[in-house]
């Protein structure tokens, strides 16, 4: 058994969460997110690729302009 790196423990201690109901579905975060964990369901935004993929970077946030985006650590 092998030890974890610190990129892998890094990508898990994070974890994007976005609000639906101030979610305006602009899309914006989906095109920022360099991790491509976000997609969008015709409505709103949503998670929907692999969330422990997340960097923590905060583009989403940055081109959210709802504040529908959070990241939350672990």
């Known amino acids: 058994r092998r030890l974890a790196t610190?990129?892998?423990v890094q990508k898990a201690s994070?974890?994007?969460f976005i609000d639906e109901e101030l979610?305006?579905?602009c899309e914006l975060?989906?095109?920022g997110c360099p991790a491509s964990i976000l997609g969008?369901?015709?409505e709103k935004a949503i998670i929907s690729g692999d969330e422990t993929e997340c960097?923590?970077?905060e583009?989403?946030?940055?081109?959210c302009e709802s504040g529908a985006i959070s990241i939350m650590e672990v």
């Open 29 to 31: 975060c989906v095109e």
């Open 6 to 8: 610190v990129e892998e």
């Open 55 to 57: 960097m923590g970077c």
């Open 23 to 25: 979610c305006e579905g």
């Open 40 to 42: 969008f369901d015709g």
């Open 14 to 16: 994070v974890y994007s």
């Open 59 to 63: 583009a989403c946030i940055t081109v």
